[in-house]
């Protein structure tokens, strides 16, 4: 069973920035491809941005390209998500997922573990 640890939500004004942070145990973080999707009050699940296995392929959903950046440690089994210039729109609770596919499509939804979340809050 894989295990999540989110971290790095919080409240924060329009137009800044929080870093989020997603350590992995229980797997072999550096076979899964990582994503970051977000979930706001009444809205569906979306994508925000995914890393490939080794890092070296990264894709974003349109609303954040240039302001967020996915990054990954595979010797710390982590993923993180900068988060820049932070907008109210922003707010929702982003969750981590992992999948095992080697031609995943990042921005699919259909990954196979999932953290719980942490809330991030962007006050107008």
């Known amino acids: 069973q894989m295990q999540f640890v989110e971290s790095g939500g919080g409240l924060v004004q329009d137009g800044g920035s929080l870093r989020l942070s997603c350590v992995v145990s229980?797997?072999?973080?550096?076979?899964?491809?990582m994503g970051w999707f977000r979930q706001a009050p009444g809205k569906e699940r979306e994508f925000v941005a995914g890393?490939?296995?080794?890092?070296?392929?990264?894709d974003y959903a349109d609303p954040v390209k240039g302001r967020f950046t996915i990054s990954r440690d595979n010797a710390k089994n982590t993923v993180y998500l900068q988060m820049n210039t932070l907008k109210p729109e922003g707010t929702a609770v982003y969750y981590c997922a992992a999948d095992a596919s080697l031609k995943k499509i990042l921005s699919d939804r259909d990954y196979d573990y999932w953290g719980q979340g942490t809330q991030v809050t962007v006050s107008s």
């Open positions: 890393i490939s296995q080794s890092g070296g392929a990264t």
């Open positions: 229980g797997h072999t973080f550096s076979i899964y491809a």
